[in-house]
């Protein structure tokens, strides 16, 4: 008795304690940033984040230690020109996925302290609501990229 009682409640636990690793269900690929020339004190990196679990999560900060402040901005078309926002909490939905790209969600590097150096890489970890965050290794490509491509 005491033994049937083992095999059923091993399953139950371990399916209780899923929910706990919120940032599992999100992934990241294709990060990528721009080289940047001697002297730019800024960048952006771009991604594609990806929410496989079935609640929405949100990015609500970021930290490089490239740079001395990391944050999501949003280009925007307004007037007729393109304007740049913060987005201090962006929703990443059930089931779904947000591009960042040079032309919409990027995260901005502000206070860099040195020049991003095409062919390299470094971390960049993003702060979700639910708990936890992602690291992300970010690949500097050319500076004329304009999207992710793969040079290795
Ligand atoms: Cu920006």
Known sequence: MLKKT?????????TLAAPCFAADTLTVSQAWARATPPGA?????YFIIKNE????????GART????????HEMKMAN????????PKLDIPAKASVTFSPQGYHVMLTGLKAPLKEGS??????????G???????D?????????????
């Open 80 to 87: 007729g020109m393109m304007q740049m926002r913060a987005v």
């Open 53 to 60: 679990g079935a609640t929405t999560d949100s990015i609500v």
């Open 121 to 130: 890489h470094f971390k960049l970890s993003l702060a979700l609501q639910r």
């Open 6 to 14: 083992w095999f059923i409640a091993l399953p139950l636990a371990l």
């Open 65 to 72: 230690s490239v740079a001395d402040d990391a944050s999501v």
């Open 41 to 45: 004190s800024t960048a952006a990196a």
């Open 132 to 138: 936890g965050s992602i690291d992300v290794n970010v």
């Open 140 to 152: 500097v490509l050319g500076l004329g990229a304009t999207e992710f491509s793969h040079s290795h």
